[in-house]
């Protein structure tokens, strides 16, 4: 089949990618014409493991297109996806005005049959006004079909999540839709669920908001744990094998953060406003987030009294590992809470630093871990990098000036910590026998 992708950010290309790579032809288009340059000899505009391999090896056998004209993909592609960026408003809703300009150039090129089809996470109902935005602008007889096919991919493990899906949702209003979407799928051999377009959208934006839920219902059994001395690791794996519960998202830490989650809960709450709802449950969803970041922090101070001049190790500033992306990183806000108190700060992430330095103006971006760590009163773990899980910790203890960690990720085993002679701060877990004394 031949498939349009439009908006060449995380989604759209690997979606572009992907089915490439199942054997369709895919045109990608962006209105920035150096990055389709740049991707057009093989430079990816972001990390993201293998996906460089799968643009570089699909655009060599001529299946992979990239363009910066929507007219050209209209003309040639009959399903046509819309990946372009639904960022937030100051008012916590989606901006949509990246789709209704797309919109507006996809219906003013058709001169036949298309489908179009939101990728983008856009709040329910937005199927019904593309379809108006559509109507408005098309030619008086040209047909097409509006639908919702929602992705669920995660950053850093995104290949992996579009090649085998734990499920393909299909939100259409007519058979020929459903059957050019399921035939575009059909080499997936994955779980399909057939809906209608407003619940495709919920969907998305449920799956979401029941992610971050679970984030921060462990992060406040986190707070549970800390006041009566058990262990939230612990916790979450007794809870987790429970399969009606699940192991996964169990995680405690510092809160969730990225550019999905934080927009998507906040934009579900405006929407269950705006149709006569108040999901204060997702209100208390957001509250636990920020009050994580706010309980790190105050663990700093616990731990070093006062932060001027003290020099602080930041180890991660990516939002997750295997990125480098830092829009919603929690990073950005530990670091602000420490500025403030006048704490010198030497950071260190293992692909994000260079993303990361015109943000932090004022931090000191490392070449490595021990750099940022020499001298240091402290060191904070923002993002469990596997690198860090496997740092030399003897050689760590050496080259700081104290041995205290603060880990926001619980990286590490308390015990052996302490075992070593660090000071270590975990999350929702018991102190370690040397913080305590
Ligand atoms: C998330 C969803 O997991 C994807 O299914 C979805 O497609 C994507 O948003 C999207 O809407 O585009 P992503 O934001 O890339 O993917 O990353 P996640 O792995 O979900 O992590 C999100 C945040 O939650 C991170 O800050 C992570 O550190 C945090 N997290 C995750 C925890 O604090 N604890 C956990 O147990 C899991």
Not at 236 to 256: N, V, W
Not at 299 to 326: E, Y
Not at 336 to 354: H, M, N, Q, T
Request: charged share 25%; hydrophobic share 45%.
């Amino acid at each position: 089949m031949k498939i349009g992708v439009i908006g060449t950010g995380y989604v759209g290309l690997v979606t572009g990618a992907c089915f490439a790579d199942l054997g369709h032809t895919v045109v990608c288009v962006d209105n920035n014409k150096e990055k389709i340059a740049a991707l057009r000899s093989g430079k990816i505009p972001f990390y993201e493991p293998g996906l460089e391999g799968l643009v570089t090896a699909n655009s060599r056998q001529g299946r992979l297109l990239f363009s910066t004209s929507i007219a050209e993909c209209v003309k040639t592609c009959e399903v046509i996806f819309i990946a372009v960026g639904t960022p937030p408003l100051p008012s916590g809703d989606a901006d949509l005005s990246a789709i209704e300009h797309v919109c507006v150039e996809i219906a003013t090129h058709m001169r036949s049959y298309r489908l179009i089809v939101e990728k983008s996470t856009v709040p329910v109902n937005t199927g019904e006004w593309v379809a108006r935005t559509l109507q408005k602008h098309v030619r008086k007889g040209v047909q097409y079909d509006v639908a919702s096919n929602p992705e669920f991919l995660r950053e850093g493990s995104a290949i992996q999540d579009a090649e085998h899906p734990d499920r393909i949702i299909l939100g259409v209003s007519s058979d020929r839709a459903a059957m050019l979407l399921v035939k575009l799928y059909e080499p997936l051999n994955a779980p399909l669920l057939i809906t209608d377009i407003r619940s495709a959208e919920l969907i998305k934006h449920t799956a979401n908001a029941f992610l971050a839920l679970k984030i921060s219902f462990i992060n406040a059994v986190a707070r549970v744990c800390e006041l009566t001395g058990a262990d939230v690791t612990k916790v979450a794996k007794g809870i987790g094998m429970d399969r009606r519960i699940g192991e996964a998202f169990l995680s405690a830490g510092i809160g969730y953060g990225g550019s999905c989650f934080p927009k998507d809960v906040s934009a579900y709450v405006k929407l269950c406003e705006k149709v006569g709802y108040d999901f204060n449950l997702l209100k208390e969803v957001m509250r636990i987030n920020t009050a994580q970041r706010t309980a790190f922090f105050d663990k700093v101070k616990k731990a070093l009294g006062t932060l001027s001049g003290k020099k602080i190790a930041v180890l991660g500033l990516a939002f997750k590992p295997d990125t480098d992306d830092m829009r919603g990183a929690v990073s950005l806000e530990i670091i602000s809470l420490l500025r403030k108190e006048r704490a010198r700060i030497f950071a260190y992430d293992p692909v994000a630093g260079e993303n990361a330095a015109p943000l932090l103006p004022h931090v000191t971006i490392c070449p490595d871990a021990l750099s940022a760590l020499r001298g240091a009163d402290a060191a904070l773990i923002i993002t469990e990098w596997k690198e860090f899980r496997n740092l030399d910790l003897p050689a760590v203890k050496q080259v700081m000036k104290r041995p205290i960690i603060i880990d926001g990720r619980n990286i590490y085993d308390p015990a052996k910590m302490a075992e070593m002679g660090f000071q270590y701060w975990g999350v929702g877990r018991p102190r370690s026998e040397s913080a305590r004394r």
